[in-house]
């Protein structure tokens, strides 16, 4: 194998346009951080089977999980924790996780795409969002299969730390199951105190 002198990689990579893609996971549970990938795809080594992480099987996910992680370019997962979500609001806690995704790359963009139909401001590039775009668009396909399969992964850490909420099953969302744990146990220090699920149950126990 031939290797290319760094002088001839670097012009290589400057031709190339650098598009991220950028996905949340974990905005509407009521515990647990909200978490932010951001993908730079290889356009020379596609990924086969990228769609939006909520179409996916979780074992699909995972099987897709370390190709991303393989050949992108460059990758980022960020969480913003429970604690921040109740200080700035979710929406706020969402673009801060999706901002610091992007910044924490090793490669600076040179556009960004984000899932939704709004942008963080204070972005480094220029950036358009794109409704469901996680499934028209690779990048933000794995960004969201990403950032998805972190926070899963967290949350079932998390059960271990806070037995008894079945953190590890329902990854924080509003199941039945979670709303009785809650009942019975009240809030611990991963659920949002400003979602209005867990405030019921803190006022109901004062």
Known sequence: MVSLPESVLLV????I????????????PWAGPVTAGAVILDPDKPIEGLTDSKKLSEKKRLLLEPQIKA???????VHVSAEEIDRINIREATFAAMCQAVQTLSVRP???LIDGNA???NLPVPAQAI????????AISAASILAKT???RLMIDLDTQFPGY????????????????????GPCAQHRQSFAPVRKVMRLRA
Not at 12 to 15: E, G, L
């Open 150 to 152: 972190a926070r899963d």
């Open 110 to 112: 040179h556009q960004i």
């Open 131 to 138: 409704i469901k775009g996680d499934l028209t668009e690779p």
């Open 166 to 185: 079945g953190f590890a099953g329902h990854k924080g969302y509003g199941t039945a199951a979670h709303a009785q744990a809650l009942s019975q146990l």
């Open 119 to 121: 942008l963080p401001q």
């Open 17 to 28: 346009e650098f598009i991220c893609g950028v996905d949340e996971a974990g905005r509407g």
């Open 12 to 15: 290589w990579m400057s031709d």
């Open 71 to 77: 050949h992108a370019i460059a990758w980022a997962v």
